[in-house]
């Protein structure tokens, strides 16, 4: 029987991978008019249940047949099947840790699936032929009939079952989801919890085999174990608010590596949830030597309990998703579900036998303090938990002494998919999903906003869009401004919507537009299920390392979303470059090139870490009449992203297909099989928590983006020249300088007026002055003969040791603002340190000081320098144009005031 189990597993796990793909399309038909995202993910749950329902059932029945092979005594039933019980969980968890940690990374999800079918069918192959020989050669005889199968009295006890499973499950959903958001939403942090969690598991059967033969009363010892168990379960939720904490310290290593990262992981999340899954993995065996009734109906004793904990697990399961989340939020379905143990611990208390009496006062009265504390415990401390930790760039650079300052928190809902939160400060708020920032009202709206209008700023119309993800919103009220028929919002969890409803400021209240319809999906499943096909779809989710995320980055994703494009639709995709390796920008780039054949970057502003990426089956071109009255048209959101004029847009423009041709051939595609992204990014968590990625198509073009822009263009050639100088002017101030020189040069050669060619100098000039090695002085004579420690600055300074003279300075606090003159010097110094917002701060309190006119050609020249080095191109240009404008015709250095 139990070969016939594992061949049938082995069958449906062939097909399983082929029944997946009709699940939308099944779900779909079902939905109808719902729109709510609970009321969909219970129908998908059901939809689920019908596929697993076979393979669920056939693994279930395995344990109870295996049972009766191993144990034939009543007398060492919790031992024998303790030690079944404690090595198939065993199993579970190496087959977890060995799918998530290197066979999905390494050979794939479909071959994974082919090893785990392989595996059980050698299985079931070898229990038959193993079966048929053990069956000639013992002869096994019937079992009696009439013999009990549950020992008198006990029927409660195995009923509890039914409570203990849904604790057990409902824990694991919610521990899942409180450390998750705690270590990060990444694949291998969800492993680690995972294998965490059955590793207890099977140390606590182990536990409860070894016990079984030792104890005089099974019922005293459950009873004990349930009360631990609720005691530890209680420890686990005091602690997951600390956890991003103790990660902060790893984090902030140096040294510290992937493997150890992951070390961590296993660390933190053991330190939550181990002592309490030790104690439900005891509890199955435990019950089992206290109930069986009979050596001749052992079989299905263990059936019927095994039955009653799977009822209870899956109670379990689909109550912490659709009840415990939605009424009492993660921490306070674990508190309920813990709340459960101390429960039933307290009634077996009182079911003890007459012998174990003296047990029943003190045991009750340990399990209703037990309760009390799980319920009366302060709460946790929800900025701390969301903290974001897992962001090691972040960390790193917003905590580098291991401090931790939490945010004014607004908002905080736990929402069936994702915990969202909306902290605020000094009237700037963001809001998070699973820790991670998603929007705000400030700081990345360049982002925000270009990724809603950058379509339309290429098509005549864009009657119907959809927008996948909410954030803050701002990007569907961007679009809004684009005057479309309509806009589909497509936002996986409901809390997120309600988190938007707090930017009102800066998304126009979407909401209230009858032209808005919100639909409470997964975006991917959403597209697949067909319907009216959209002018434009904005797809910006979360980052590809987290989990969920990342099937939003696929070949089979971008292959359904243009199967729901009109023939010349746009497809925009936001990518998020921070903290990920070359490798992986390239192949989501390659991904997105092989289903849409003609593609265009852009950057939303200078120096950013994001890329929107516009995809299209037609080719891309430039018409500036008509770019330029859709710019005049979308101006007020232009100026929202910080972008002037139609030229500085285009500067924005990084490359094209034709340089996504030519990445490596060995950059795979990022597909749902390989799992390319999904696996390989959270790695690059870590690897470019100190570096930014150099992207290669990026470094391809650098110089080359004039070109570009002229490639793509219709248009007069005369008016190129002028244009040039416009473009080197943008280039300039978006840090692009190769860019700005050529444009400049090309302006310069072509020009048939002195405009362009005296606008391609003054670039030119710039340019060279924001590149050369710094030429104005920062002495002040006056101060040297009149104040010694200025001389002995003065002196550190001409001799180079620049390091020393700023040491010097801060080292007698005072000195460094005793004077405009000090000022000035501190501000050199410290940019020459390259710290350079402390030296703009220096650098402006010199201008401020009336005293300092003589030095003003100088103050405006390091403010330059300190602008360009710190990524404020813009200011920049503005800073040292003003300098050229003050300074002499031939810019000698200004000479010190005597």
């Known amino acids: ?385 969301t903290a974001g930790m897992f962001r090691m760039s972040m960390t790193r650079y917003y905590y580098p002494d291991g401090d931790f300052d939490a945010a004014n928190l607004v908002f905080h809902k736990d929402g069936l998919s994702t915990t969202v939160t909306v902290e605020e400060e000094n009237d700037v708020r963001w809001i998070k999903v699973n820790g991670k920032i998603d929007g705000s009202s400030e700081g990345d709206m360049p982002t925000q906003v270009l990724s809603g209008v950058l379509p339309m700023l290429f098509r005549d119309t864009a009657q119907r869009v959809a927008v996948i993800g909410c954030g803050s919103g701002v990007t569907v009220g961007a679009a809004l401004q684009a005057e479309p028929e309509s806009v589909t919002l497509i936002e996986l969890e409901h809390a997120v919507i309600e988190a938007a409803k707090l930017f009102a400021k800066v998304n126009y209240a979407f909401w209230d537009d009858p032209r808005v319809q919100i639909v409470e999906d997964d975006g991917r499943n959403f597209l697949r299920g067909g319907g009216e096909p959209y002018d434009v779809i904005i797809s910006e989710p979360s980052n590809p390392w987290m989990t969920g995320a990342a099937s939003l980055f696929t070949a089979e994703f971008f292959r359904i979303a243009a199967s729901r494009l009109v023939e010349d639709g746009t497809f925009l995709q936001w990518l998020q470059i921070y903290e990920l390796a070359p490798e992986r920008i390239a192949s989501v780039l390659k991904t997105f090139n092989s289903v849409f054949p003609h593609v265009i970057v852009f950057t939303p502003e200078a120096d950013s870490n994001d890329l929107l990426i516009l995809g299209s089956r037609k080719p891309w071109q430039i018409d500036w009449g008509k770019l330029e009255s859709r710019f005049v048209a979308l101006e007020g959101e232009m100026t929202r992203a910080g972008v002037s004029s139609p030229d500085e847009f285009l500067s924005l423009l990084l490359f094209s297909d034709r340089e996504i041709a030519k990445i490596k051939s060995d950059v795979p595609l990022n597909t749902d ?152 010097l501190y501000g050199f110094l410290l940019y020459r340190a390259d710290r350079y917002k402390s030296a703009q701060r220096a650098l402006l309190r010199a201008n401020d000081d009336a005293s300092m006119i003589p030095h003003a050609r100088a103050i405006s020249y390091y403010l330059a320098k300190q602008s360009f080095e710190s990524g404020d191109f813009d200011q920049a240009v503005e800073q040292m144009a003003r300098y050229r404008e003050t300074a002499s015709r031939d810019l000698s250095p200004s000479p010190p005031t005597e």
């Open 1 to 385: 029987m139990y070969g016939s189990l594992e061949i049938t597993l082995a069958v449906v796990g062939l097909l399983i991978p082929h029944w997946c793909t009709f699940i939308p399309g099944i779900a779909e038909s079902i939905f109808g008019e719902l729109s709510g995202g609970g009321s969909r993910a219970l129908v998908r749950f059901f939809v689920a249940t019908a596929v697993l329902i076979i393979p669920t059932t056939a693994m279930g029945m395995t344990l109870p047949i295996l049972s009766r092979a191993v144990a034939d005594k009543v007398g060492r039933v919790g031992r024998e099947v303790g030690i079944l019980y404690s090595l198939n969980i065993a199993g579970a968890m190496i087959g977890a840790a060995l799918a998530g940690f290197w066979w999905i990374p390494h050979i794939g999800l479909l071959r994974t699936n082919l090893v785990a079918v392989c595996i059980d069918l050698l299985l079931g192959i070898g229990a038959v032929v193993g079966g048929i020989v053990l069956v000639k050669a013992l002869n096994p005889k019937p079992p009696v009939a009439g013999a009990p199968i549950l020992r008198p009295g006990s029927r409660a006890i195995v009923a509890m079952l039914v409570v203990t499973g849904a604790a057990a499950m409902a824990l694991q959903v919610l521990f899942t989801r409180g450390i998750g958001t705690a270590l990060g939403p990444s694949t291998y942090a969800f492993s680690a919890i995972v294998c965490t969690y059955l590793a207890g598991l099977a140390i606590g059967g182990a536990a409860a085999a070894w016990l079984s033969g030792r104890i005089e009363s099974a019922r005293l010892a459950l009873t004990l174990v349930l009360l631990a168990t609720a005691t530890f379960s209680f420890f686990g939720i005091v602690v997951i608010d600390d956890l991003p904490i103790l990660l902060q310290k790893a984090v902030l290593d140096p040294d510290l590596t992937v493997s150890g990262l992951f070390r961590w992981e296993f660390a933190l999340a053991g330190l939550a949830i181990l002592p309490a899954t030790i104690g439900m993995g005891a509890i199955f065996p435990l019950t089992l030597s206290a109930v069986v009734g009979s050596d001749e109906r052992l079989g299905a004793a263990v059936g019927r309990a095994y039955a009653l904990n799977t009822v209870g697990n899956i109670l379990g399961s689909a109550g912490a998703v659709f009840i415990l989340l939605p009424w009492l939020g993660v921490e306070g379905g674990l508190r309920a579900a813990a709340v459960a143990y101390a429960v039933v611990a307290g009634f077996f208390a009182f079911t003890l036998e007459p012998a174990r009496k003296s047990w029943r006062g003190p045991t009750a009265t340990v399990a209703a303090l037990v309760l009390v504390f799980i319920v009366a415990w302060p709460s946790w401390n929800i900025g701390q938990w």
């Open 673 to 824: 099989d390989n799992a390319f992204i999904e696996f390989g990014a959270p790695r690059d968590l870590l690897a470019f928590a100190d570096d930014d990625p150099d992207v290669a198509p990026i470094e391809a073009v650098r110089g080359k983006r004039a070109a570009l822009v002229q490639h793509l263009s219709t248009g007069e050639p005369a008016t190129w020249p002028e244009r040039h100088a416009r473009l080197a002017d943008s280039y300039l101030r978006q840090g692009f300088v190769a860019d700005a020189l050529v444009s400049a040069n090309l302006a310069a050669e072509n020009a048939t007026d002195n405009s362009p060619r005296a606008q391609a100098a003054r670039i030119i000039e710039l340019v060279g002055l924001l590149q050369e090695e710094d030429r104005e002085l920062v002495i002040d004579g006056a101060m040297v003969k009149n104040d010694p420690q200025y001389a002995i600055l003065a002196s550190l300074v001409q001799n180079g040791e620049e390091a020393q003279a700023l040491a010097q300075m801060e080292a007698v606090p005072e000195m460094k603002n005793q004077s405009g003159a000090h000022s000035l």
